[in-house]
């Protein structure tokens, strides 16, 4: 057994020094992970990996029975903290509160009339949930794949389901997901 997945048991069991044990063994792997979500973000975030990273780990070692049965879905459920983490952060900033209908443009952008993209991840979101209900295997791959930036078959192997079944799980996710998020 591995450390990563000792000290996860012992989180699970209760030890508070588990957890403090355990970033220094997974945080470059969170830091890759979350450096592959803020690749995806529009430039100007207020968050970076690093904080991304921080705040989901927090939110993961704080979770009162994680029920993290092995490194895989440890990391799955970080990849899952940090979506969430990232889905509130747009939240917040569309929020009217917080002067959510104005969009920052840089100088040379304004001059020319140049319109920022909408950020879609509020919509990506959006259809990944209406997708859990439909198909909770689909949604989970989804997650795993896009948010945590696993493979194919290291999703299958994560899900426990063969890599052929993956790959048409996700085939089928994403072309429900396009559609839903086009509204069609």
Not at 159 to 184: D, K
């Amino acid at each position: 057994m591995s450390d990563v997945t000792q000290l996860l048991d012992a989180i699970e069991a209760g030890d508070p020094q588990a957890a403090a044990q355990l970033l220094p063994l997974v945080y470059d792997e969170l830091r890759r992970l979350a450096g592959v979500q803020m690749d995806r973000e529009k430039p100007g975030q207020t968050l970076d990996a690093t904080a991304l990273v921080h705040e989901a780990y927090l939110r993961l070692v704080g979770a009162g029975d994680p029920g993290w049965s092995s490194r895989g879905r440890f990391f799955a459920a970080a990849a899952e903290a940090m979506r969430r983490i990232l889905v509130d952060e747009a939240r917040r900033k569309a929020s009217l509160k917080r002067g959510g209908q104005l969009q920052r443009r840089r100088l040379e952008e304004a001059e020319l009339g140049v319109d920022e993209h909408s950020d879609d991840l509020l919509a990506l979101d959006g259809a990944l949930s209406r997708l859990a209900d439909v198909d909770p295997l689909a949604a989970r791959l989804v997650q795993l794949r896009y948010f945590a930036g696993l493979t194919t078959e290291q999703a299958a192997e994560t899900l426990g389901i063969s890599a052929r079944t993956a790959y048409y799980t996700w085939s089928y996710a994403r072309s429900w997901l396009r559609r839903a998020i086009r509204g069609e």
